[in-house]
């Protein structure tokens, strides 16, 4: 699912909103996820996951095309683990 599609069935099941104040919404919580994490810190939304960041190492890598060994800095990479509800959903929801 797209942000525009998020949007477009929000927008369908709550009529009494306008499509710009659900698009403000989905926007703000989105940014904030994001500047929470870009804090370093842990975003956990009840029954869905938490978002947190992990930092990775600085390594030595290796070029796949020339074989040549090149450095690899130390980086900070997002993470969502899910909520226990949301896999037990999608479970239920695959078989």
Same mark, same amino acid.
């Given at each position: 699912?797209?942000k525009s599609e998020l ?11 306008? /499509? ?6 989905? +926007?703000?919580?989105? +940014? ?7 804090? /370093? ?5 009840? /029954? ?18 020339? /074989? ?28």
């Open positions: 699912m797209t949007i477009a069935a929000l927008s369908a099941a709550n009529p009494h909103l306008l /499509g710009r104040d659900i698009d403000a919404i989905v +926007s703000v919580v989105l +940014s904030e996820i994001t500047a929470a994490l870009a804090r /370093g810190d842990r975003v956990e939304l009840r /029954g869905f996951g938490a978002f947190t960041v992990k930092h990775r190492t600085a390594r030595t890598g290796r070029n796949p095309r020339t /074989g040549q060994s090149v450095p690899v800095d130390e980086k900070a990479v997002p993470f969502f683990k899910a909520g226990k509800e949301l896999r037990q959903r999608v479970d239920r929801g695959a078989s």
